[in-house]
């Protein structure tokens, strides 16, 4: 019977720890599979970053938005940019003229064969040989005025993207004056005093024209004679008739 008893326990007791190891497995593998688990929701975001091709993507897209967010912020060339119209340049002239003592008359003269040479437009050419306001001619002297714009940082709008028949857009107002102040002082030069001194003593726009035509422009081997200038009356010079027109147009807009 003792025998037995003892078989009996050690039984028993074989059985208890069997079943106390099982549930260690029982209680010990539900965490590590719920560890897995954890482990993979974890890694599972990086699986969805963006590729290398997004990210580029990405990377553009932020560039053009800080792009067009700068672009409404800062000024654009064309807006800062200064276009001169007729009537500023009839009015820059004006000015300029009168502080140099000539009255209405006698600037529309000036503004009349200007208009007729370049429709005003100061940076107007052809094919080069003839430029600006009063359509020089290729001398040392526009070469002279040529290399002082150079000197003042406005050169640039003698060539040949500017010489158009439409009006050309200066970069700033400042250039278009410092450009505009040139040409004006060289159409004053000291060695060509003979128009400068008729032309103050005309007494309407049109003989002011005719001054200016003859003593300055020059324009002979024409088909329309001199009328109101008594000393070159009768002779023949270019379009003079339109230069007569355009002054007395200007000398009203003027009075």
Not at 202 to 213: G, Q
Not at 231 to 243: E, F, H, I, K, S
Request: charge should be negative.
């Amino acid at each position: 019977m003792e025998k037995i008893t003892v078989l009996s326990v050690a039984a028993m007791l074989l059985s208890a720890m069997t079943l106390t190891s099982c549930s260690l497995f029982e209680e010990i593998e539900p965490p590590k599979q719920a560890t897995n688990m954890m482990m993979a929701e974890a890694i599972e975001p990086a699986t969805t970053m963006p590729s290398v091709t997004n990210t580029t993507q990405a990377t553009t897209d932020t560039a053009a938005a800080c792009t067009t967010t700068t672009a409404r912020v800062m000024p654009t060339k064309c807006e800062a940019a200064f276009l001169p119209t007729k009537e500023i340049v009839a009015r820059r002239i004006y000015d300029y003229f009168e502080d140099k003592g000539y009255n209405t008359a006698q600037i529309a003269g000036i503004i009349g064969n200007a208009d007729v040479e370049s429709n005003l437009n100061p940076t107007r050419s052809g094919d080069g040989r003839y430029f600006g306001l009063f359509m020089l001619y290729d001398t040392p002297q526009r070469q002279a005025m040529f290399d002082e714009m150079e000197r003042a940082g406005v050169g640039k709008y003698c060539e040949e993207e500017y010489w158009g028949p439409e009006f050309s857009a200066f970069d700033s107002e400042a250039d278009f004056d410092d450009f505009l102040e040139i040409v004006l002082d060289y159409t004053c030069d000291p060695n060509d005093m003979r128009w400068q001194t008729e032309l103050k003593n005309a007494t309407s726009p049109e003989e002011a024209a005719e001054i200016f035509l003859v003593h300055y422009e020059r324009a002979i081997c024409g088909t329309e004679e001199i009328k109101f200038y008594e000393p070159y009356a009768g002779l023949r010079y270019q379009a003079t008739d339109a230069r007569r027109k355009a002054a007395s147009k200007w000398y009203e807009y003027f009075s």
